[in-house]
């Protein structure tokens, strides 16, 4: 069986002082691998080396203060992301201050309660791994709705497109950057139900008889479906998304004819970040409209597909629209 000792995170303890380093390796010896440095040097040194899960940094050391190693590993890109919790004898408020200025997540003051270490090291491993989920949630997220958009899209780059598109509408829209991004993480799931649409329907070269298009039009229903009881945020955002972005501000669309402010606005951001990227794409039954065709659809068709105060928000920021759709072109895959 594999050493559990292995997956435990790895602790960076900095100190001039030894009695102080074989104190805290008392502490946390038994919970984490530890790797020791006696100066800001050595630590710098050590990071560049090894996975550093967590760093407990003293700040008053003869060669390098450790304000001045927090400030250096969070200037580079690759170890900024490590906490760093100062251990330090100094009450001074001031100092604190100039701590969590330069990055600092957290202050434990000497002589040290062990208990109290063990719960702050804790503690901020754990919200690492909530970061590490989240990212990995996110990536599934996009991944999956690439894997929808990949049955009539073979590059999947519409989602990308469209989810920064929907980004840059809500934030033009009046959202606030983190929800704004939320949709953006969202969005890629808008066509989910997709998988459950048979071939022979979603890759008809030709227009679809009425029958095809009442079976295309329960993708909405079926990715609706498939992200039913969520359990986190995003899937919930992305539920909704599905289950909204063929709705029409006039009440004629689908799958449950809602009308107006009754569709989620995520879901009519969504929808004309959608409708702007599909045409303006090739595919194989149509060629790419050109920008000012899309536009002027849109304008005639607010009010009816649309909300109103999209498309203006749309030409608005056009320019930012047109440089995501020349970062992520079709031949970019």
């Known amino acids: 069986m594999p050493n559990q000792k292995h997956r435990q995170p790895r602790i960076l303890l900095v100190d001039d002082e030894p009695t102080n380093l074989r104190v805290l390796k008392q502490v946390l010896q038994d919970h984490y691998r530890l790797s ?5 040097t050595d630590a710098l040194k050590l990071v560049d080396k090894e996975n550093i899960d967590l760093i407990l940094l003293d700040i008053m050391m003869p060669d390098m203060t450790g304000l001045e190693v927090c400030v250096k590993l969070k200037s580079n890109t690759d170890t900024q992301n490590i906490p760093v919790i100062f251990v330090t004898a100094l009450k001074d408020s001031i100092d604190e201050t100039k701590g969590f200025e ?6 434990i003051t000497k002589p ?3 208990a109290v270490v063990l719960a702050r090291v804790k503690t901020h491993l754990s919200l690492i791994k ?3 989920l989240l990212a990995t949630h996110i990536d599934l997220i996009q991944r999956l709705g690439r894997a929808a958009e990949y049955k009539d899209n073979e590059t999947g780059m519409h989602v990308q497109r469209m989810s920064h598109y929907a980004k840059i509408i809500a934030l033009a829209y009046g959202f606030c950057e983190e929800a704004a991004e939320d949709l953006k993480r969202a969005a890629p799931m808008h066509d989910i139900g997709k998988i459950g649409i048979a071939d ?3 890759l008809k070269p030709g227009k679809l008889t009425e029958e095809e298009y009442e079976i295309m039009k329960t993708h909405a229903l079926i990715g609706g479906e498939i992200l039913s009881n969520p359990n986190s945020y995003l899937i919930e955002l992305a539920q909704k998304v599905a289950m909204t972005h063929h ?3 006039d009440g004629s669309g689908y799958p449950n004819q809602l009308k107006g402010d009754d569709i989620p606005i995520e879901g009519r951001i969504v929808a004309i970040a959608d409708v702007f990227d599909a045409l303006t794409s090739e595919r194989p039954y149509k060629k790419a409209w050109s920008v000012k065709e899309a536009i002027d659809f849109i304008h005639q068709q607010s009010g009816q597909h649309f909300d109103p105060a999209l498309p203006p928000l ?3 920021e056009l320019p930012k629209i047109l440089a995501i759709k020349d970062k992520y072109m ?4």
Do not use: H, R
Not at 36 to 40: D, I, R
Not at 102 to 107: E, H, L, N, S, T
């Open 247 to 249: 709705e029409k501000w």
């Open 200 to 202: 022979s329907i979603l």
């Open 112 to 114: 040290i309660i062990p």
């Open 330 to 333: 079709e031949s970019d895959t």
């Open 314 to 316: 749309l030409e608005q």
């Open 102 to 107: 330069v990055g600092a997540v957290d202050y």
């Open 36 to 40: 020791f440095a006696t100066s800001g």
């Open 130 to 132: 909530a970061d590490e």
